[in-house]
């Protein structure tokens, strides 16, 4: 049987409301529509809306499936199953090895085109064996104008994303979360582990459990926005600007020097601009053509 999602908080503006409510009952008009569907559910912010506002609508012919291999953290990974615990979502998590495809090694401009290449088509297969005809992601409209090259996968395997369908942005996604009870309604922005390894420098899963085990570092030591940018043998830390300052502390510093070169980093460098997201991506606006 097929439930709407709950309303809108009327708490806050009446035309912001009013906006954020039709949203919702168009997200519900969507999902109703489908027979069934296969959530790509990470455990973020916006995965984890969709998964639990997809159960809410279609009970257990929404599966939610999370897709574990070397570039997904282990810390994502726990939050992933223990939100499906405490929400019953129809929850299975499969084995991806985009680590297996050369071009997704090579980390060009375009890897996460490779990455979601190999998850939609173990998703798909899963779709045929089950009778599942949609395959959902989270993408929302805030995304539509990043540089996002797994879309072009997504749109090849004819992947819906009702958030963004439905004008949701991120923003309105964690008030959304938050009425909904979700923990992940102010978790900072996640992407995988090889996002942190500049374009062009081949990925390897060496790179990814160090980088994995400087940031669990960081996060043991109280930071909450962070990652850190693998550079060889440089590791640069971007931290939010908030919470800059507590890496300049004396004992602070001085952990994380000590714990990152235990790791095997010969130098831990600060980027004074903090935590940007993508920005990675400044190095393609200056490598020549």
């Known amino acids: 049987m097929k439930h709407a999602l709950p309303a809108a908080d009327p708490a806050g503006s009446a035309a912001g409301d009013d906006l954020l409510h039709r949203k919702s009952a168009a997200l519900t008009r969507v999902l109703e529509n489908l027979p069934a569907l296969i959530v790509a559910y990470s455990g973020g ?51 991806t090895d985009e680590m297996s495809r050369p071009e997704y090694r090579a980390n060009p401009a375009n890897r996460c085109y490779f990455c979601k290449h190999e998850l939609y088509t173990h998703l798909s297969a899963i779709g045929r064996e089950r009778g599942i005809p949609v395959i959902a992601d989270g993408s929302n409209a805030d995304d539509r104008g990043d540089y996002r090259p797994g879309r072009q996968a997504a749109r090849e395997f004819g992947v819906r994303s009702p958030l963004d369908e439905v004008g949701l942005t991120k923003d309105e996604i964690r008030q959304l979360s938050r009425q909904a009870g979700l923990p992940t309604w102010d978790e900072p922005a996640s992407a995988c582990l090889s996002s ?80 940007r997201l993508g920005s990675l991506n400044d190095a393609l606006r200056l490598r020549p053509v």
């Not at 159960?55 to 282990?74: F, M």
């Not at 062009?200 to 940031?215: C, G, N």
């Open 45 to 95: 912010v916006d995965s984890a809306y969709l998964a639990w506002a997809s159960t809410q609508v279609l009970g257990t012919h929404a599966l939610c499936i999370t897709a574990d291999s070397s570039s997904y953290p282990e810390r994502h990974r726990e939050m992933a199953s223990r939100i499906a615990s405490e929400f019953g979502l129809n929850h299975e998590v499969i084995r």
């Open 196 to 275: 942190r390894i500049p374009y062009f420098s081949e990925v390897t899963d060496e790179k990814l459990r160090m980088i994995e085990r400087a940031e669990d570092v960081l996060r043991g030591l109280g930071f909450r926005v962070c990652r850190v940018r693998h550079h060889e043998t440089i590791a640069r830390l971007e931290i939010g600007r908030e919470e800059m300052h507590r890496a300049l502390e004396p004992d602070i510093a001085e952990a994380i020097d000590r714990e990152l070169r235990a790791i095997g980093y010969q130098h831990v460098t600060l980027d004074l601009r903090g935590y």
